[in-house]
């Protein structure tokens, strides 16, 4: 058994993660809300007695449909959203009902989103205004962002899931109403994209596939058994620092499966049980778990020693990450794509 990976280097990005709002020539920019991203999250500052960096957490909070940041030092909520402050009508907030997915893109200025319910989304979080959404039903889990700009989303074992759905995103009409393609994928909850090998990562139940995209469409190349005995891989996420490694979980365990070698490793971490999210960053951080307390939720976030990171009574957390930029799937400078139809 391979131990945990030990000291983390810093990926260097030559853009702040709370860096101002650029201007795009085909959507709304901060500016013209009146806000840069700065007003609503106060830049990450380093302590004055050490070169450490504050560490932020973005998590789905299902008690009150929510989704919020918060400072890991302090415990101080920073941000939270839920899908009534942005504009949407009554029917459309159910869809994010039961939040279950959030990810930091463009440069952790915007926050991708599913729920349970039906929903997935693209949330700017200086002014919460949702520049992309759709109701791809099937108890969506996960989604990722694509080159392009485009979004795919993985359903989970529903009667209208088991699929991924792939959607053109238009800022200019953020409704997308229909998915552009939908391929079946059994208990689906993730996808990631890997930039340098130019593909998808997702899970089917007990085997990882990967799937080439192109000209808005994807097509299956490879698939992987799951070490003997795992099945239902739940959570599928980069590991921090590193250009060939993903971190999956499954009902019994935590592994990183090697893009290069195409090797899966069992982990050596405390819990490794049912973990809805894993997720970790540079050596100063720890790695943070979900691992649920009552039915799938639970009021608190842990470490790999099931050290107590965040707590709060009475929240339902289904997931969180470190809020980091993610340069296993994303370019290091990333700024909003308007995709071109």
């Known amino acids: 058994m391979r ?9 260097a990005s030559s853009t702040c993660v709370y860096a101002f709002c650029v201007l795009f020539p085909t959507v709304a920019s901060c500016s013209e809300s009146g806000k840069s991203i700065d007003d609503v999250l106060p830049p990450m500052e380093a302590d004055s007695s050490s070169t450490a960096i504050e560490q932020r957490i973005v998590m789905v909070e299902q008690s009150q449909h929510q989704v919020i940041i918060v400072d890991r030092e302090s415990g101080e909520t ?16 159910k869809w994010f009902e039961l939040p279950d997915e959030v990810k930091p893109i463009y ?20 002014d919460k205004k949702m520049m992309f ?8 889990h996960s989604a990722e962002l694509l080159p392009d700009g485009n979004v795919v989303v993985a359903c989970s074992d529903d009667p209208e ?7 053109r995103v238009d800022t200019l009409s953020p409704l997308a109403k229909e998915p552009l393609h939908e391929y079946e994928l059994y208990f689906g909850h993730n996808a990631v994209w890997d930039k340098n090998r130019e593909v998808l990562w997702a899970t089917a139940g007990d085997e990882l596939r990967s799937y080439t995209y192109e000209d808005e469409n994807l097509t299956l190349q490879e698939v992987y058994a799951l070490p003997s005995g795992e099945k239902d891989a739940h959570d599928l996420f980069p590991v921090y620092g590193e250009e060939n490694l993903l971190w999956l979980t499954t009902t019994t365990g935590v592994f990183q499966f090697d893009t290069d070698s195409k090797q899966f490793t069992k982990q050596d971490v405390n819990p490794s049980t049912n973990i809805k999210s894993i997720s970790n960053g540079p050596e100063d951080y720890p790695i ?12 608190r976030m842990v470490d790999s020693f099931n050290h107590v990171i965040y707590s709060h009574t ?17 370019p290091e400078t990333h700024d909003f794509i308007q995709p071109k139809h």
Request: glycine share 12%; charged share 15%; no cysteine.
């Open 78 to 93: 920073l941000w939270t959203w839920n899908a009534a402050q942005s504009g949407l009508s009554r029917e459309e907030q």
């Open 288 to 299: 943070i778990m979900l691992q649920p307390t009552e039915s799938w939720w639970s009021h």
């Open 133 to 140: 959404y759709a109701e791809p039903k099937g108890s969506p």
């Open 161 to 167: 899931g088991n699929k991924l759905a792939l959607y």
């Open 314 to 330: 009475g929240y339902q957390i289904y997931k969180g990450r470190w809020m980091l930029d993610n340069v296993f799937s994303y």
């Open 3 to 11: 131990p945990l990976l030990k000291n983390l280097k810093l990926v």
């Open 107 to 126: 440069n952790g200025k915007y926050l991708l989103v599913t729920g349970t319910r039906g929903g997935v989304g693209i949330v700017r979080i200086s």
